[in-house]
C-alpha cells in the first residue's frame, strides 16, 4: 500500500483527498470451468493484493500509472473509452472498468490512479480480477455510487469480457471482490447464490501450498474460449440451457446423446466437477480439510484427460507433491499454465516443496515458486 501511495503523490502531486482500495487475488479450491456454465466453484482470497490509490480531477480525463512501469502514465479521455479502440495492455483493465460504469449508465468522471499489486501475473491467481475488482471499489466510491461488493464484481466481469475481450465467467470477480477471510466462498453461478463456508486447514494440521509453475500462457490466446464454445455446442445438441442442467445421475444418458468424442469428454468434465464441488463443500461442513484431498486430485485428473487444460508443469507439480505426500493437488484456474494447489499436512511440508523443486529441475523446468496461503478478504477501503 505504501508504495501505491507514494507512486500516487509522485506522480500526481496537485491531487487532493485521495483514498486508498485493495483487492486480492485467489485460489479456486476446486470447480473449474464451471462458473461459466452456471456450475458451482469454491474459491478463495488470497493474501496478495492490488493496491489502487485515487482521487479525483478535473479534467475529465483517467490518469493511471502503476509501480511495475513507474515513468509510463497511461491517459485517456472519459468520453472516448470505448472498447472498440481498447488496447491490449494492462491499462485496459482499468479502462474497461470506467467504461462498464459509463455504459451501465452510472456516471464517472476525471480520475488519477497509481497502482502496485503484490499478486503475480499469469500465476493464475486472478491477478487481472484484483485490479478491476480494486480499480471497481475505488470508481464506485469516488464518484458515490457506492455500489454492493457483488455488483462491482458484476462490472468487473463486465470490462473483462465486452472490453478486454475474455470470455471469462464470474468466479474471479466474484471471489476477489466478496471473499471473507478464513472462508472458502461457495459460488452456485446458476442459483446465483453464495455462501461463505468457513475454512481452517491449519487446525486440521493441513497447510494450503500454491506451486507458480512459472509457465504463463495466457487465457485471451484462444484456448479458454474454445473450452467455452464447446461447453455451449454440447448444451445446445442437447437442448438445455446450460451444462448445470445435467445432473450426475443423468450423466450416462447425456454422452449417449453426443456423437462427439470431444463433445463428450468436456461434458464428463463440468458434469463430474459439480459433483466433487458439492462432495467437498458436505466435507468442509462435516469432515473438515483433511476429507477432501481425493476430490482434488480427481479433479485434476478430469481437467488433464477430460477437459485438456492442463500441461507438463502443472502435471510434474501435481504428481510430485502427491509422490511427496500431499493429501491431494489439482491445477487451479483456467489451466494452461498458471498454479498448482497443494493439500499438505505440515509434517510433510518441506518434503514436498523439495521434491517439487527436484521434480522440475530434473525436466530442466524452470524453477516454481511455493507459497503458503490462507483464506484472506476480499476487496475493501483500505
Ligand atoms: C479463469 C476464468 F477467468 C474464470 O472465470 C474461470 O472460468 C476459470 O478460468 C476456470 O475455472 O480464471
Same mark, same amino acid.
Given at each position: 500500500?505504501?508504495?501505491?501511495?507514494?507512486?500516487?503523490?509522485?506522480?500526481?502531486?496537485?491531487?487532493?483527498?485521495?483514498?486508498?482500495?485493495?483487492?486480492?487475488?485467489?485460489?479456486?479450491?476446486?470447480?473449474?470451468?464451471? /462458473?461459466?456454465?452456471?456450475?458451482?466453484?469454491?474459491?478463495?482470497?488470497?493474501?496478495?493484493? %492490488?493496491?489502487?490509490?485515487?482521487?479525483?480531477?478535473?479534467?475529465?480525463?483517467?490518469?493511471?500509472?502503476?509501480?511495475?512501469?513507474?515513468?509510463?502514465?497511461?491517459?485517456?479521455?472519459?468520453?472516448?473509452?470505448?472498447?472498440?479502440?481498447?488496447?491490449? /495492455?494492462?491499462?485496459?483493465?482499468?479502462?474497461?472498468?470506467?467504461?462498464?460504469?459509463?455504459?451501465?449508465?452510472?456516471?464517472?468522471?476525471?480520475?488519477?490512479?497509481?497502482?502496485?499489486?503484490?499478486?503475480?501475473?499469469?500465476?493464475?491467481?486472478?491477478?487481472?480480477?484484483?485490479?478491476?475488482?480494486?480499480?471497481?471499489?475505488?470508481?464506485?466510491?469516488?464518484?458515490?455510487?457506492?455500489?454492493?461488493?457483488?455488483?462491482?464484481?458484476?462490472?468487473?466481469?463486465?470490462?473483462?469480457?465486452?472490453?478486454?475481450?475474455?470470455?471469462?465467467?464470474?468466479?474471479?470477480?466474484?471471489?476477489?471482490?466478496?471473499?471473507?477471510?478464513?472462508?472458502?466462498?461457495?459460488?452456485?453461478?446458476?442459483?446465483?447464490?453464495?455462501?461463505?463456508?468457513?475454512?481452517?486447514?491449519?487446525? /486440521?494440521?493441513?497447510?494450503?501450498?500454491?506451486?507458480?509453475?512459472?509457465? #504463463?500462457?495466457?487465457?485471451?490466446?484462444?484456448?479458454?474460449?474454445?473450452?467455452?464454445?464447446?461447453?455451449?455446442?454440447?448444451?445446445?445438441?442437447?437442448?438445455?440451457?446450460?451444462?448445470?442442467?445435467?445432473?450426475?445421475?443423468?450423466?450416462?444418458?447425456?454422452?449417449?446423446?453426443?456423437?462427439?468424442?470431444?463433445?463428450?469428454?468436456?461434458?464428463? #468434465?463440468?458434469?463430474?466437477?459439480?459433483?466433487?464441488?458439492?462432495?467437498?463443500?458436505?466435507?468442509?461442513?462435516?469432515?473438515?480439510?483433511?476429507?477432501?484431498?481425493?476430490?482434488?486430485?480427481?479433479?485434476?485428473?478430469?481437467?488433464?484427460?477430460?477437459?485438456?487444460?492442463?500441461?507438463?508443469?502443472?502435471?510434474?507439480?501435481?504428481?510430485?507433491?502427491?509422490?511427496?505426500?500431499?493429501?491431494?493437488?489439482?491445477?487451479?484456474?483456467?489451466?494452461?499454465?498458471?498454479?498448482?494447489?497443494?493439500?499438505?499436512?505440515?509434517?510433510?511440508?518441506?518434503?514436498?516443496?523439495?521434491?517439487?523443486?527436484?521434480?522440475?529441475?530434473?525436466?530442466?523446468? %524452470?524453477?516454481?515458486?511455493?507459497?503458503?496461503?490462507?483464506?484472506?478478504?476480499?476487496?475493501?477501503? /483500505?
Amino acid at each position: 500500500m505504501t508504495e501505491a501511495i507514494d507512486l500516487f503523490h509522485r506522480t500526481f502531486p496537485e491531487a487532493i483527498g485521495a483514498q486508498a482500495f485493495s483487492a486480492p487475488g485467489r485460489v479456486n479450491l476446486i470447480g473449474e470451468h464451471t /462458473d461459466y456454465n452456471n456450475g458451482l466453484v469454491l474459491p478463495f482470497a488470497i493474501d496478495a493484493r %492490488t493496491h489502487v490509490v485515487v482521487a479525483r480531477n478535473e479534467l475529465r480525463t483517467v490518469r493511471v500509472v502503476s509501480a511495475q512501469r513507474p515513468d509510463e502514465i497511461r491517459t485517456i479521455a472519459v468520453d472516448r473509452i470505448d472498447p472498440e479502440t481498447a488496447g491490449s /495492455d494492462w491499462s485496459a483493465y482499468v479502462f474497461g472498468v470506467l467504461w462498464a460504469f459509463a455504459d451501465s449508465g452510472r456516471e464517472v468522471g476525471g480520475i488519477d490512479l497509481a497502482i502496485s499489486s503484490t499478486v503475480p501475473v499469469g500465476a493464475g491467481l486472478s491477478s487481472s480480477a484484483a485490479l478491476e475488482c480494486a480499480v471497481g471499489l475505488a470508481v464506485s466510491t469516488v464518484f458515490g455510487h457506492d455500489l454492493s461488493l457483488d455488483q462491482i464484481a458484476r462490472l468487473a466481469q463486465r470490462a473483462e469480457n465486452d472490453y478486454v475481450g475474455m470470455p471469462c465467467g464470474l468466479m474471479d470477480q466474484m471471489a476477489s471482490a466478496t471473499c471473507e477471510q478464513g472462508n472458502v466462498l461457495f459460488f452456485d453461478v446458476g442459483a446465483d447464490t453464495c455462501e461463505n463456508i468457513p475454512f481452517d486447514p491449519e487446525s /486440521d494440521g493441513l497447510s494450503v501450498l500454491v506451486i507458480d509453475t512459472r509457465a #504463463h500462457h495466457s487465457l485471451a490466446d484462444g484456448e479458454y474460449a474454445k473450452r467455452r464454445a464447446s461447453c455451449e455446442q454440447a448444451a445446445a445438441t442437447l437442448g438445455i440451457e446450460s451444462l448445470r442442467d445435467i445432473t450426475f445421475d443423468g450423466l450416462d444418458a447425456a454422452l449417449a446423446r453426443l456423437d462427439d468424442a470431444l463433445l463428450r469428454r468436456r461434458v464428463r #468434465h463440468i458434469v463430474t466437477e459439480n459433483r466433487r464441488v458439492e462432495r467437498v463443500v458436505e466435507q468442509l461442513r462435516h469432515a473438515g480439510a483433511i476429507a477432501i484431498g481425493p476430490d482434488l486430485t480427481a479433479s485434476h485428473v478430469s481437467l488433464r484427460d477430460d477437459f485438456e487444460v492442463s500441461c507438463l508443469e502443472l502435471d510434474v507439480a501435481v504428481d510430485a507433491a502427491l509422490t511427496a505426500g500431499a493429501l491431494g493437488a489439482r491445477m487451479t484456474g483456467g489451466g494452461f499454465g498458471g498454479s498448482v494447489v497443494a493439500l499438505v499436512p505440515h509434517s510433510a511440508k518441506d518434503r514436498v516443496s523439495s521434491q517439487v523443486l527436484a521434480a522440475f529441475a530434473a525436466r530442466s523446468l %524452470t524453477a516454481p515458486v511455493i507459497r503458503t496461503v490462507t483464506p484472506a478478504q476480499g476487496a475493501r477501503r /483500505d
